[in-house]
């Protein structure tokens, strides 16, 4: 498969959304709104939840199926509200030494004069400033799209996993054939350039995790999910040094082994 075809596979509103991973990977979900200053984003949702026996906070960004659920939520775009309640529960998972986990959907930040106006970008920084020194294992599942800084404000992480249709770039091919060529009709060549699909992330050592997606959905597919994210956490709880761990894993994005 094709690169932009890899990314209008991501965007299928048919796709399972965040909030369908919450509802199958984890029981007792309670959500939590709001970010104690401006109001509730509902592009993001989080709380906190069972994942078997191990409480943890879970937090994703959720698009929608339908028409009316994609306008209700943004089309998954987060305002800064929606970062700032997100940095909130990630505070308040360290305090109780809960994992973190979050499901990451977006094609970007929302882009509006109103979220400029209340600190889009200072809210995506302060999430990347918090998210490198939480004490606390965090995994990020990147499940369709994962656009530019609005993905990253989630997923700054100990690990990063990727469905096999999931993408990963700066910015979108549409976008980057607009500036690069002035012409959006040039948006698969763009794709390709970019190097946004879960293999290319794989390659650069950005995915920890290639998730495949046979049987999408069924509860055969989230059974596996679970039982591996379950081990994972259960790793990283025992680590030493989780956030120079964590610092050195950015580190080194894109090194090859001859170069290390």
């Not at 990314?7 to 959500?31: C, M, Q, W």
């Not at 976008?175 to 959006?184: P, T, Y």
Request: include cysteine; aromatic fraction near 8%.
């Amino acid at each position: 498969m094709q690169a932009y075809e890899r990314v209008k596979t991501a965007r299928l509103s048919s796709r399972p959304t965040a909030l369908d991973y919450i509802h199958s990977l984890f029981s007792g979900f309670i959500e939590f709104h709001g970010d104690r200053r401006h109001g509730d984003d509902k592009a993001i949702v989080g709380g906190i939840a069972w994942l078997s026996s191990i409480p943890v906070t879970v937090i994703g960004i959720e698009k929608g199926h339908t028409a009316s659920e994609r306008m209700e939520r943004s089309f998954g775009a987060p305002e800064p509200e929606g970062y700032r309640k997100a940095l909130r529960l990630m505070k308040q998972a360290e305090k109780f030494s809960r994992p973190v986990i979050t499901i990451v959907d977006t094609s970007g930040a929302y882009c509006g004069v109103g979220a400029e106006k209340r600190g889009q970008g200072e809210a995506i920084a302060r999430n990347l400033m918090e998210m490198s020194t939480l004490d606390v294992p965090i995994i990020t599942i990147l499940i369709g799209e994962g656009g530019s800084g609005g993905a990253l404000a989630l997923a700054l992480s100990d690990r990063l996993w990727m469905l096999e249709n999931a993408v990963y770039s700066v910015i979108s091919p549409e976008g980057c054939a607009s500036i690069l060529w002035r012409d959006g009709s040039k948006a698969a060549e763009a794709a390709e350039a970019l190097c946004l699909t879960a293999s290319d992330a794989y390659s650069a050592g950005v995915a920890d995790r290639i998730i495949s997606e046979e049987n999408l959905g069924s509860k055969e597919f989230y059974a596996a999910l679970k039982a591996d994210l379950r081990d994972e956490i259960e790793v990283l709880i025992g680590k030493e040094d989780l956030t120079e761990l964590r610092y050195q894993r950015f580190r080194s994005f894109g090194r090859r082994e001859n170069d290390l």
